[in-house]
């Protein structure tokens, strides 16, 4: 097994954010490129047997994390900046391992190029946020179906090609529900195989669609990404490929409620606001004003906010990793709001977090019930996940005192120097290092 390389020392267990809130922000932030996207395409890299080069790669815990899963397989990844050299050819390990893999669900997307590459995997089951069960059932039926021997044995997915040529067989598949990860597992083995594949019930999300151009762009034959049913018609090989990540709508929404929050009018770019239309709607129901222009920026121009119900829902709904962002945010406007979490069942920790800032949530079952309070006091916080994290630093922005969060391992996996983002923009935050 090839050793892999230390995690970066820039993602440091023992440091604490601190913001001071009541800053009022201005200017303009650069939004990264999309993690969900440059995970799932780091992953599809592994289709070609050549070279790829990825742009507009965000700097994320997450990213050194694939990377390390990926160089345990024998490939070689140089980083310069935001782009990532990876150099497929030397190919030859499929047991990925499980100290890395337990660290990072994405992970798991490598089981299909492996398999349909290599024609063997054998991968651990993932980790990641604990927000929900989000089993890997539909990820294994999928791939039985184009007839790969799948079968799990003390926790590591075993899976191989039965027949001649090691190559996968094209069939139509159903998915019971539209997982996104899934969807690209399954469409990255199909784009090996023998014959055409059909996935129905498809994931609809845009990081779909840019694994979907990633592929293509290396020569795959794939049709109806970002529809409900994807066409995929195996070809022999891959080639090499120049590709840039989207940006990254999570971030841009992030920052968008972070004006909302603070009544402050601020700018992103570069954005894509098509795949912010659920965020935008809700805000603009609030009382918010949002200017798109056509240089991919968005502005927005807080106003009076108004409470409003939200149900998170696959896309285009409105997305599940901005539930606690706009948790956050109507804990202090005015009235009541219910948030009803259907994706994943335990996405719900950070209400107890809020509730120490002051806030007046009540939760019963999947359903929060906020009722907005005038003003959040600063306050000793835990990051439990990645957006409870963002949301957590929000309320922090907008509250009155000092609010001191720990936990920024969970931040550091999915948000680009936010941090440092926000002090631009005006925000008292600083990354301290306590426990010398």
């Known amino acids: 097994m090839i050793q892999a390389p230390p995690l970066s020392l820039a993602f440091d267990q023992n440091s604490v954010l601190q913001i001071t809130g009541k800053a009022r922000l201005s200017g303009s932030v650069k939004i990264s490129g999309a993690k969900n996207s440059a995970l799932a395409i780091m992953a599809g890299a592994l289709l070609c047997a050549d070279h790829c080069r990825l742009t507009n790669v965000p700097s994320l815990l997450d990213i050194e994390r ?13 980083k310069t900046g935001h782009t990532l050299e990876i150099e497929t050819q030397n190919l030859q390990q499929y047991d990925a391992p499980y100290d890395l893999v337990s660290q990072l669900r994405a992970s798991f997307f490598i ?15 993932p980790g990641g946020c604990a927000i929900g069960a989000r089993p890997v059932d539909l990820h294994v039926r999928g791939l039985q179906s184009m007839g790969a021997d799948v079968h799990i044995e003390h926790g590591v997915v075993h899976a191989y090609v039965k ?22 597992t399954l469409m990255m083995a199909a784009t090996l195989a023998d014959g055409e594949t059909t996935l129905e019930n498809a994931a609809q999300e845009p990081e779909v669609i840019d694994l979907a151009n990633f592929c293509r762009a290396m020569g795959a ?74 240089h991919q920026s968005l502005s927005i121009i807080p106003g009076d906010l108004y409470p409003i119900d939200i149900e998170t829902m696959p896309y285009p709904g409105f997305p599940t990793d901005m539930q606690a962002q706009f948790m956050a945010l109507l804990s202090i406007v005015p009235g ?28 019963k079952g999947n359903h ?30 907008a509250a009155e005192g000092t609010t001191t969060m720990q936990g920024l391992h969970h931040l550091d996996r999915g948000y680009d120097h936010l941090e440092g983002k926000l002090r631009s923009l005006g925000a008292n935050i600083h990354r301290i290092t306590e426990f010398q």
């Open 66 to 78: 694939m990377s390390q899963v990926l160089t345990s397989l024998g490939i070689k990844i140089t």
């Open 111 to 125: 089981i299909g190029p492996l398999l349909t590459r290599l024609g063997i995997a054998r991968i651990p089951l």
């Open 163 to 184: 027949g001649k040529g090691n190559r996968l067989k094209g069939t139509r598949i159903y998915l019971d529900y539209p997982s996104v990860g899934a969807t690209e």
């Open 221 to 294: 034959r794939i049709k109806g990404a970002g529809t409900n049913t994807i066409s995929i018609d195996g070809v022999k090989s891959l080639h090499a490929v120049e590709y840039e990540i989207i940006p990254d709508r999570i971030e841009a929404g992030t920052f968008l409620v972070a004006g909302a929050i603070t009544q402050s009018a601020i700018t992103l770019s570069p954005v894509i606001p098509e795949h912010l239309t659920a965020v935008i709607a809700k805000l603009e129901a609030m009382g918010a004003k949002i200017i798109s222009t056509e």
């Open 336 to 363: 009541n709001s219910i948030i009803s979490e259907t994706v994943f069942e335990n996405r719900l920790h950070h209400v107890a977090e809020l509730n120490r800032m002051g806030a007046n949530i009540r939760l």
């Open 368 to 397: 929060a019930f906020i009722s907005g309070v005038p003003q959040l006091s600063g306050a000793p916080v835990m990051a439990t996940d990645l957006r409870a994290s963002a949301a957590l630093v929000l309320a922090g922005l």
